[in-house]
Nanobody
């Protein structure tokens, strides 16, 4: 499974961005996908996760009500709509896909996309 993020950039506080994560390869094996972020000097943290059919979504408290995770399985793409951005949302955003075929689950990561929110 290969993952490629896009959509990051520089935005003013209060603005919006939409991140995309395009998956390729053995996408049939993907069940859970998620967005994580890592700010300078901090550990990588969970932002949001979504199941394969999109029926279950989970958000970090810090982004609830502002971010929306979704996926389009026909396009093998996951999205993160980010509204009302704050300076503390500045980070490199990574997408992750969990693959389950035979044996233990395997996690795949994208290369990350930078989101910078100016105050």
């Amino acid at each position: 499974v290969q993952l490629v993020e896009s959509g990051g950039g520089l935005v003013q506080a209060g603005g919006s961005l939409r991140l995309s994560c395009a998956a390729s390869g053995s996408t049939f094996s993907i069940n859970l996908m998620g967005w994580y972020r890592q700010a300078p000097g901090k550990q990588r943290e969970l932002v949001a996760t979504i199941t394969s059919a999109g029926g279950w979504k989970n958000y970090a408290d810090s982004v609830k009500g502002r971010f929306t995770i979704s996926r389009d399985n026909a396009k093998n793409t996951m999205y993160l709509q980010m509204n009302s951005l704050k300076s503390e949302d500045t980070a490199v955003y990574y997408c992750k896909a969990r693959s389950s075929v035979v044996g233990p689950d395997v996690d795949y990561w994208g290369q990350g996309t930078q989101v910078t929110v100016s105050s």
